[in-house]
């Protein structure tokens, strides 16, 4: 069985480390045999992550390119990329649900729904996702298990719903902002390969599951809460008012 961490963050977003020390962390720290880098509307860092395996024909692991992307009322969606070309542009900021996944489908992606029913990082709660289903929308996983401070205790009653009323993928995360939490949360597949896990998406054979995380210490909390609420939003208004 292969594992994968599908949400990581690093300093392109709000994340600490760069690319390369995840890369080396993940390498030289841990056993996953899959990991992507999905900083909130960025492509740069996990196109970053996948040319730096492609320079390491040692590496043991693989890359799938993905991003975080904000959607409207901030709700959040990750979209993942199995397959060359990658885009290259972040995606829009601000669009519906049913719009952003149809664009994530349209590219050949897949998409999944993280952390639900976290307030503070709104994503898709029980009522939406079960709306979006009803109306024929697809939605490929859901984050059972997202080891974020706050997001652990909704595991087993995500993976309810999940089980008897949404019938998707189930999709492990650490949402890992510093190197130590890397692994901290995965999803299990059959097979070791990028293209095994898109099968095991496909097929809703996936298994959300934690791991072991390492110490995070009081400070480096709260510069990364900092550059999560003010460098970031800094940055995404400065992004948007430039697309515009």
């Not at 976290?118 to 709660?125: E, F, K, L, Q, R």
């Not at 939605?139 to 309810?160: H, M, P, Y």
Request: hydrophobic share 40%; with cysteine; aromatic share 8%.
């Amino acid at each position: 069985m292969g594992k994968a961490d599908l949400h990581i963050h690093s300093s392109v977003s709000d994340g600490m480390a760069t690319v390369p020390e995840i890369m080396t962390y993940v390498q030289e720290q841990t056993d996953l045999d899959l990991v992507a880098i999905a900083d909130h509307d960025q492509l740069a860092g996990s196109l970053e992550a996948w040319r730096w395996v492609q320079d390491h024909p040692g590496c043991r692991f693989q890359v799938v390119v993905a991003t975080e992307i904000t959607t409207a009322l901030g709700r959040h969606l990750l979209a993942y990329f199995f397959r060359p070309p990658f885009p290259q542009q972040p995606f829009p900021r601000g669009k519906s649900f049913r719009h952003t996944i149809a664009m994530v489908h349209e590219m050949g992606g897949v998409v999944g729904v993280p952390h639900p029913t976290v307030m503070w990082t709104p994503s898709g709660g029980y009522r939406h996702i079960l709306w979006l289903l009803g109306q024929g929308v697809r939605i490929d996983g859901i984050e059972v298990c997202n080891a974020a401070i706050g997001a652990r205790g909704n595991t087993e009653k995500i993976r309810l719903f999940n089980r008897r009323d949404f019938h998707l993928a189930e999709l492990g995360g650490s949402d890992a902002h510093h190197l130590a939490q890397i692994g901290s949360a995965f999803t299990f597949f059959r097979g070791r390969t990028a293209t095994d896990l898109e099968r095991s998406l496909a097929k809703r054979k996936t298994r959300a599951r934690f791991g072991p995380s390492g110490t995070v210490t009081v400070r480096e909390h709260a510069l990364q809460l900092f550059k999560s609420w003010i460098e970031k939003p800094t940055r995404g208004l400065r992004a948007t008012l430039a697309d515009r």
